[in-house]
């Protein structure tokens, strides 16, 4: 009986919506919205391997693809030792350049011939791997991703090659605008000399000092399995995986030791400081614009969240809608907040173009103070 | 240890002889009013998503208002009858999603985003701007996204290092009464020139249902999708087929043409362009994949050459871009400080020579097709992407269903197919050069 009442009522709403087509409905009323339909969090599978790196997995076949994320904490450029900014970085750069009995190029064409894509990269608090590949090469996937991070040997020629890339790319950077506002603001906002003021791919002057055997000595210091952890997720059965990265990383030992270093207090006190650097004759300003904020393990952190969001999130946040889409200043503005192991930074962004930013000075002042003074709404 | 290098080769060869294609599961129909309607279920998350192109792009522009499919599609955000200008956006940000659109030179693609139980909102709000948008519109709504607009080609064009590069080759690549001679973000003065007329008439041309397809991609049920296009979608007119202009097959290109021009950029970087096959013609799966074999990781060949052993380039890339009439092919190479452009060229120009001597390896070209359809089928993961290419198919391909005739006209490419489509398309008579020097060498 239920069943059949269902059916009815099925019936009856999808004759109620054939009814009133197009011209004949009321267009000013909203449709009202469904239930929220539930969303059930996928819950990975997690397991530690003999060495103590830990797994989540989470199964999803929709497609034959599976992606991986390694999380080495404490391998980011938090951690580059005094005077040699861009360590961290430079190392995980050189992971597949040079590994067990493989080259650079012969590492390249593993992953092409795969169809895998794995690639090292060292951001502030931890360094990353990310893998992708196709369900059919998981195996020789993986055996290629354990000997890139188990076995790297910093190959003098093959660190020659890329130290010169690198550096070539830092005396480049000057001719990317908003890579140097990004740059000064962080060195504003920390001091150049801190973990989480300096630029993640170094200095020039710093950097034409590393070598092999720098890279060698972070590697060995800063990349310790049981420190990691290592999602795994897609097209994968989570007890088969267990197997297959217990025998390529399950012995994976860490060569040496050491404490991570302890990250400088940003300053207490902050003044107003205003940077300009001149680029005669540019298009536009980019500008960064903001202050320390919290660390990601604040228990106002998802507050945080939502007022940056509210400031300059989507295209409803305050920013885009006055700077944007009221006053036609700039294409893109936003709010950003990055949650750290310590207190990272907050700012808002954009792109502007003369001779409007005295105006937009004032317009962003403004909607700073707006989300304390007005609260949020959702109307 | 060797022993491990050959197991890992050993599986890689395994790997690539067995080939699986995923199915896209989805049903089509006709509205009586013209647009395609294509359903795609998919319920791994409680999102839905609804895609619709408009076979409207920069090349339907007139001369002297180009940009203009790209500007009108910013305005298709700015409210409509029952839509006040932000509401959309409000609604859909506020379910968890977002909506955005994209133009290129054949079509414009409007994305709804969001719960699920947002799709009837999306196809109200989707039916109303499709077909009530002139109702409330006026200039200030033009001025206001005609200063966002240029604001967007000075943030990707005007400020960004070599940024004129792809203005300048479109332009050299087909003449000035051909669709593809501008960029869809068009000219400054251009946009300045635009008008509320343009934009009515511009509305009423090419915003009509029979000029679309619509997709719907996510968690939903078909049959209550089906009566919510019927009710806010189906009733909106049919009209005249646009009358857009037609562009005949532009002449050869007779001799290389070369341009040189500086830019606030430490380095040079040279580029080198062709005109290359529309898409889904026979010869674009093969040109796709000589790109790949050209520039694609550190054993491809200009990457190996220039890159790797002669240590004369920063970076070097190749691309194919098929469109609806025609298409583009670049290599794209930043010179290593103190290397003259010319060095690059040549290089690059004898290892396109190569092709002429000898068809690729076919390692050369079971990387191409691996990592090729490797990363075609990661860019399938969401719903929305998927919903995406479905619209293309249906527009271009014609045929919702291409997605395995798509992978297989890949897979089929020989070695002979490359060797053939870049001895045809990559002549060094037909191409264009161009150098972009560092301000301080004029």
């Given amino acids: 009986m239920k069943r059949i009442f269902r059916s009815l009522s099925l019936v009856l709403f999808f004759i109620s919506q054939m009814l009133a087509v197009g011209s004949d409905l009321d267009w000013s009323k909203q449709p009202a919205l469904g239930a929220e339909p539930a969303f059930k969090v996928p819950i990975p599978v997690r397991f530690q391997l003999t060495n103590g790196l830990k797994v989540l997995a989470i199964s999803n076949s929709k497609l034959p693809l599976i992606a991986m994320g390694l999380v080495i904490p404490g391998a980011g450029s938090a951690t580059d030792p005094t005077g040699q900014a861009g360590l961290a970085a430079f190392t995980a750069d050189l992971l597949d350049e040079s590994a067990g009995m493989l080259g650079a190029l012969q590492i390249s064409e593993l992953q092409d011939r795969l169809g895998s894509k794995i690639s090292a990269y060292a951001a502030v608090d931890a360094a990353f791997v990310d893998v992708s590949c196709l369900t059919r090469t998981l195996d020789a996937t993986l055996d290629l991703f354990a000997t890139i991070v188990t076995q790297p040997t910093f190959d003098a020629g093959e660190v020659k090659r890329v130290h010169n890339d690198r550096l070539t790319n830092l005396k480049l950077r000057r001719d990317r605008p908003r890579e140097v506002a990004a740059i000064l603001f962080n060195e504003m906002l920390y001091g150049a000399e801190s973990g989480y003021g300096h630029a993640t791919a170094g200095y020039v002057k710093e950097f034409e000092k590393l070598d092999s055997a720098a890279a060698r000595g972070f590697y060995e210091a800063s990349w310790d399995p049981a420190k990691m952890t290592l999602v795994v997720a897609g097209d994968i059965n989570p007890e088969q995986l267990r197997s297959k990265l217990e025998t390529r990383l399950g012995s994976w030992k860490r060569v040496a030791k050491a404490a991570l270093k302890t990250l400088p207090s940003p300053p207490a006190n902050l003044d107003t400081r205003l940077v300009l650097v001149d680029r005669p004759n540019a298009e536009q300003s980019d500008t960064h614009f903001g202050l320390v904020g919290i660390k990601r393990t604040d228990p106002k952190r998802a507050a945080f969240e939502v007022a940056v969001e509210v400031l300059g999130g989507g295209f409803t946040g305050r920013l885009t809608q006055r700077l944007r889409e009221q006053l036609g200043y700039v294409y893109h503005a936003y709010s950003s907040m990055d949650f750290r192991r310590e207190l990272g930074p907050f700012f808002s962004g954009s792109c502007l173009s003369h001779p409007e930013n005295s105006r937009w000075n004032q317009g962003n002042h403004r909607h700073g103070a707006g989300p304390r003074r007005e609260g949020c709404s959702r109307g | ?442």
């Fill in chain 2, 1 to 442: 240890m060797q022993k491990v290098v050959l197991h890992i080769f050993g599986l890689a060869l395994m790997a690539i002889a067995s080939h699986s294609a995923p199915r896209l599961p989805l049903e089509s129909y006709t509205l009586d009013n013209g647009m395609r309607i294509i359903l795609h279920e998919d319920h791994s998350t409680p999102m839905v998503a609804a895609v619709t192109l408009f076979r409207v792009g920069s090349k339907d522009e007139l001369p002297g208002k180009t940009g203009f499919a790209h500007l009108f599609e910013h305005l298709m955000f700015k409210g409509s009858a029952n839509l006040p200008d932000g509401l959309m956006d409000r609604i859909l940000e506020e379910g968890g999603g977002w909506s955005n659109a994209f133009t290129t030179q054949d079509h414009t693609v409007y994305q709804n985003m969001a719960a699920a139980n947002f799709l009837e909102a999306m196809l109200w709000m989707d039916g109303d701007r499709y077909a009530r948008l002139l109702e409330v519109f006026d200039l200030s709504k033009l001025d206001n996204q005609r200063d966002v607009v240029r604001n967007e080609r000075r943030q990707g064009v005007d400020n960004v290092p070599y940024g004129q590069a792809p203005i300048i080759a479109q332009e050299m690549l087909w003449p000035k009464d051909h669709g593809y001679h501008w960029d869809t973000i068009g000219y400054h003065e251009d946009l300045q020139a635009a008008s509320v007329d343009d934009v009515k008439a511009f509305y009423r041309k090419y915003y009509v249902p029979n000029n679309a397809t619509m997709v719907i991609a996510g968690d939903f049920d078909p049959k209550a999708a089906r009566a919510w296009v019927q009710k806010y979608i189906a009733w909106i007119p049919r009209a005249a087929e646009p009358n857009r202009p037609k562009y005949s097959r532009p002449k050869p290109i007779p001799e290389e043409g070369r341009v040189v021009k500086t830019d606030k950029v430490q380095v040079p970087r040279v580029y080198l362009e062709w005109r290359a096959p529309a898409s889904f013609s026979a010869d674009e799966p093969a040109l796709d994949l000589a790109a790949h074999i050209l520039a694609r990781g550190k054993t491809s060949r200009l990457y190996k050459r220039l890159v790797y052993d002669d240590k004369i380039a920063q970076d070097v890339q190749a691309f194919n871009s098929s469109a609806e009439i025609g298409g583009q092919f670049e290599i794209v190479a930043t010179a290593k400080p103190g290397v003259a452009p010319e060095k690059l060229i040549a290089a690059i120009s004898e290892e396109l020579k190569r092709f002429d001597e000898s068809a690729p390896s076919p390692a050369e070209l079971e990387q191409a097709q691996n990592s090729r359809e490797a990363g075609f089928l990661t860019g399938l993961e969401s719903s929305l992407q998927r919903a995406i290419v479905i619209a293309f198919y249906d527009a271009l391909a014609g045929n919702p269903n291409y997605l395995e005739q798509d992978l297989a006209r890949y897979r089929n490419v020989t070695l002979r197919d490359v060797q053939g489509a870049v001895k045809n398309w990559l002549k060094p008579d037909a191409r264009i050069v161009m150098i972009f020097n560092p301000e301080e060498a004029k």
